[in-house]
T-cell receptor, first 112, second 115 residues
Framework: GIQVEQSPPDLILQEGANSTLRCNFS?????LQWFHQNPWGQLINLFYIPSGTKQNGRLSATTVATERYSLLYISSSQTTDSGVYFC??????????????FGTGTRLTIIP | NAGVTQTPKFRVLKTGQSMTLLCAQDMNHEYMYWYRQDPGMGLRLIHY???????AKGEVPDGYNVSRLKKQNFLLGLESAAPSQTSVYFC??????????????FGPGTRLTVL
């Protein structure tokens, strides 16, 4: 099956800093999503981005499908950004098969 | 609009006991999923459903059964719990993939401990 690798595994930053999280995947994908899991365990979808670039406030994401990677940018970090960021992909082109394969995540800690 | 809800939030079982986790969504989504999350790992798909009355196996289906009798509900059953099933269980739902803007919405999770 597809391999999804995220880096770095852990990141500790001062409030106000910028960060870049990376997701590499081993096969072409038709669905790529970024999720944030907050310290209370809730998973929130950030972006659906199988290709191209999207922005939402201080967060933006870019997926270069031909080179099999995606980047999540967080600017002007806030303590509420702390948590684990997951990349998840789906490679199956059969309609109705929506299985996501998750990476192991990047744990981000923002220090006040 | 509650989104995706899960009951119970916490549960402790003894080895060999059975239980059912309930997932409900009020977004009229076609697809529903059950994942488990173990410490230091991403989520792994247990079973999923692409519509009422249908279910399919995911990555780690052994020891679990599911049912989707109603579109809004997806049940995950453990017939004979084992300590290896100690985990946090997440339910998710999504629309039918039409406009290629599909995303999965997650419930708050159920923390299960099997002694």
């Amino acid at each position: 099956g597809i391999q999804v690798e995220q880096s770095p595994p852990d990141l500790i930053l001062q409030e106000g800093a910028n960060s870049t999280l990376r997701c590499n995947f081993s096969d072409s994908v038709n669905n790529l999503q970024w999720f944030h899991q907050n310290p209370w365990g809730q998973l929130i979808n950030l972006f659906y981005i199988p290709s191209g670039t999207k922005q939402n406030g201080r967060l933006s994401a870019t997926t270069v499908a031909t080179e099999r990677y995606s980047l999540l940018y967080i600017s002007s970090s806030q303590t509420t950004d702390s948590g684990v960021y997951f990349c998840a992909v789906n490679t199956d082109r059969i309609f109705g098969n929506e299985k996501l394969t998750f990476g192991t995540g990047t744990r981000l800690t923002i220090i006040p | 609009n509650a989104g995706v809800t899960q009951t119970p939030k916490f549960r402790v079982l003894k080895t060999g006991q059975s239980m059912t986790l309930l997932c409900a969504q009020d977004m009229n989504h076609e697809y529903m999923y059950w994942y488990r999350q173990d410490p230091g790992m991403g989520l792994r798909l247990i079973h999923y459903s692409v519509g009422e009355g249908t279910t399919a196996k995911g990555e780690v289906p052994d020891g679990y059964n599911v049912s989707r009798l109603k579109k809004q509900n997806f049940l995950l059953g453990l017939e004979s719990a084992a300590p290896s099933q100690t985990s946090v269980y997440f339910c998710a739902s999504s629309k039918k993939r039409e406009a290629n803007t599909d995303t999965q919405y997650f419930g708050p999770g159920t923390r299960l401990t099997v002694l």
